[in-house]
């Protein structure tokens, strides 16, 4: 008897234990609002047009008249290379043409000196007076004069290119701007050596305009293409993570960016900077709009993806079969009514990966989505209790 008693006694607590419990929906409401499908990720802010401003020469850096945030036009100059090697290199160019050219008035007035004699000397020839070996000298000198007339003048050019070369040369002396804008680097310092003989070095860099800022951002391939010119984007930075800064994409570059085997691309993101708030170098976290839904029924995305099939709630005879007939179907939801989950046909359109945009009349604004359940008994205070032996 003791034995049939324990064995009743088991036999209730496993059919208590494996009872099922009720279950308790979770509901959310259908609202109408604004979908929107983004791309997020993460870009730079940088300045539309960056100049960098180098030395075609080299030299020591005598003068420093820009630093950091100093506002230049164009033509100002920034830094003066010390010019007085490329000063000697002028004068002594100058003294060469000088000479180039003061040998031309004297191989000019030797030319004449040849042709008068040349011109008198032939007349003697037809009265007998001198030979004609002394015509056909004379000749030959005026002929070689000419001929060194010609060469003092390619001189002479060649002297004003090499003069020319030269003051170039001491013009680069002088670091200009060469747009309006806002130096944000500066690389060099009085004193410093700068040389430019294999690359030129960059001294300054100038953002043209402030201004107008863009970001660039990193796109991963698989979403590139979502991704279109003209698109609004949204982004915040750290300094203003409660402000958020519009713009609008206005480039898609092609060229690939490849880091450890993931593929990006830039897409570029324009954006007003009147207050000048946004500084070059910024990280931005941006949200371009691939696609927006506004004044449509949503539902939480937990709602298409809720069923009761298989859930111990599902017991129900009434869940269980509504779920296995619609189980093949489209996307549903499931609705609370009358303390019951009935299953709804729906046609779902853009999703934002919080919410789904749903199309046609099977739902109206306000209707109860279920988004989950749990046992009505769950309670962390109430524990079952263990039978022992």
Not at 26 to 55: A, F
Not at 253 to 258: E, G, L, N, Y
């Amino acid at each position: 008897m003791a034995i049939l008693g324990l064995l009743a006694i088991l036999i209730f607590y496993l059919a208590w234990q494996s009872r099922t419990p009720a279950l308790r929906y979770i509901t959310s409401p259908v609202t109408r609002g604004t979908i929107q499908k983004s791309i997020i990720t993460t870009g730079t802010v940088n300045p539309v047009v960056t100049v960098q401003v180098g030395s075609y020469v080299s030299g020591i850096i005598k003068e420093l008249y820009c630093d950091y945030n100093t506002v230049v036009k164009a033509g100002q100059i920034c830094a003066k290379i010390d010019p007085r090697p490329y000063q000697l290199i002028v004068d002594q160019n100058k003294a060469n043409l000088a000479s180039a050219r003061a040998q031309l008035e004297k191989d000019r007035a030797s030319l004449a000196y040849a042709k008068t004699n040349y011109e008198r000397d032939l007349s003697l020839l037809k009265e007998g007076v001198v030979s004609q070996d002394t015509v056909d000298t004379d000749k030959s000198v005026y002929d070689q004069g000419k001929a060194q007339v010609a060469l003092d003048q390619a001189a002479i050019k060649q002297h004003q290119a090499a003069l020319n070369a030269a003051m170039v040369n001491l013009g680069y002396t002088d670091i200009v701007s060469p747009v309006d804008g806002v130096v944000v680097s500066r690389s060099i310092d009085v004193g410093q050596t700068v040389a430019a003989s294999f690359q030129t070095p960059t001294l300054f860099l100038i953002a043209k305009d402030l201004t107008k800022m863009q970001v660039d951002t990193n796109v991963s391939e698989s979403d590139v293409g979502q991704a279109k010119v003209g698109q609004k984007a949204s982004f915040t930075v750290e300094a203003y993570p409660n402000k958020p800064f519009w713009g609008e994409v206005t480039q898609i570059r092609q060229a690939p960016i490849t880091v450890q085997n993931v593929v990006t691309y830039d897409v570029v993101v324009s954006v007003d900077n009147p207050q000048l708030e946004l500084l070059p170098g910024m990280t931005a976290n941006t949200r371009i709009i691939a696609d927006e839904r506004k004044d449509v029924l949503r539902v939480p995305v937990q709602a298409i993806r809720f069923s009761p099939y298989g859930l111990a709630g599902a017991q129900d005879k009434s869940a269980a079969d509504n779920a296995a007939k619609h189980k093949k179907e489209g996307s549903r939801v499931w609705v609370l009514r009358n303390g019951q989950p009935v299953a709804v046909p729906v046609t779902t359109g853009l999703s934002d990966n919080s919410n789904v945009e749903i199309t046609g009349d099977s739902l109206k604004e306000g209707d109860q989505v279920i988004v989950n359940a749990i046992a009505a008994d769950n309670n962390p205070s109430s524990k079952r209790p263990r039978l022992r032996f």
